[in-house]
């Protein structure tokens, strides 16, 4: 009987705390995609020179994956499978329709009973109009994120624009950002390609800094949020020319009050990790994730201690 009670009494207690994992101290979870960031042009290399605020001023401050792997299988709407935690949705008869796999921003509504505008979704790339809820019967469109989209594709200054704006009115607590600035060139084109391609990094790095800049500048967010950088895929473009070995050159920089500094992981997590990882820290289940994507526990404080 008193072991029943107890039983119950922990029950209560995390559902009351909603966080069935432990005590994490962040409150909120930003996630930043750079699409098109590669790997040669920024931590590949040496000199760091285009990306001089990721590598000199956040990395410092939390975690990197130097082993974090994609799927050779699939080289498009990776951003889909960070998002629900699977890859079982990125090959579908109409590349444009919802995903049937909840998104995490379903689950974390659905679980902790939260309006829409708690979750937010945001990218300058409005092909990528499909990301903010599922098909699934479970879910579905009544737990899906507040969406924009900028006017200008690939304009990453109205992006912050607008999400700024957004962060000030509402401070949502699950916020997805995909960066589309970046247009990425196979290496044997041009030169002048790579010359804009390198000056588009360098303003992808400014963007993802300002974004980090707005969120402890905030005082509802400062030492409350947990910050995700990723880009989409490997540093090969071609499929034909990339297995998982070149897959592995993805870039992944987490930082925040649960996030552990100047830590350099070599374990194999993928994109697909993210998901759970995030239900982790915001108390909420993720059930129908990949059996695999399981949360990146290396770099997480263990109960934010």
Same mark, same amino acid.
């Given at each position: ?19 069935? @994992? ?74 444009? +329709? ?22 937010? @979704?945001?990218?300058? !790339? ?87 800049? &707005?969120? &402890?500048?905030?005082?509802?967010? !400062? +030492? ?63 059930? &129908?994730? +990949? ?15």
């Amino acid at each position: 009987m008193i072991r029943r009670r107890m039983l119950l009494l922990i029950s209560f207690f995390l559902l009351v705390t909603g966080n069935v @994992f432990g005590e994490y101290k962040a409150k909120n979870v930003f996630i930043v995609v750079g699409d098109q960031f590669r790997h040669d042009e920024s931590f590949g290399d040496r000199t760091h020179q285009n990306v001089p605020n990721l590598w000199n001023k956040m990395i410092p401050e939390g975690s990197t994956c130097v082993t974090f792997y994609g799927n050779p299988s699939y080289m498009v709407l990776v951003h889909l499978a960070i998002l629900t935690g699977s890859w079982k949705d990125l090959r579908r008869e109409d590349p444009e +329709d919802y995903p049937d796999k909840p998104t995490m921003f379903e689950y974390f509504r659905k679980s902790r009973k939260l309006d829409q505008k708690s979750c937010y @979704f945001i990218t300058s !790339k409005p092909e990528f109009n499909f990301m903010t809820y599922s098909n699934s019967d479970d879910y579905g469109e009544d737990y899906g994120a507040t969406e924009e989209f900028t006017k200008e594709k690939n304009n990453d200054d109205e992006l912050c624009t607008k999400l700024f704006s957004f962060m000030k009115a509402n401070h949502p607590r699950l916020v997805f950002v995909i960066l589309g600035g970046a247009k990425s060139f196979n290496k044997k084109q041009v030169p002048a390609d790579m010359t804009r391609y390198r000056s588009q990094l360098k303003k992808m790095d400014e963007h993802i800094w300002q974004i980090w800049q &707005q969120v &402890q500048s905030d005082p509802v967010y !400062k +030492d409350q949020t947990d910050f995700f950088f990723l880009n989409d895929h490997g540093d090969i473009l071609l499929q034909e020319d990339c297995d998982d070995e070149c897959k592995r050159y993805l870039v992944m920089v987490a930082l925040g009050p649960d996030i552990k500094k100047k830590v350099s992981l070599e374990n194999k997590w993928r994109q697909t990790n993210i998901c759970a990882t995030v239900g982790a820290i915001l108390g909420f289940p993720t059930p &129908q994730v +990949d059996k695999d994507a399981r949360p990146i526990t290396d770099f997480l404080l263990t109960g934010g201690k």
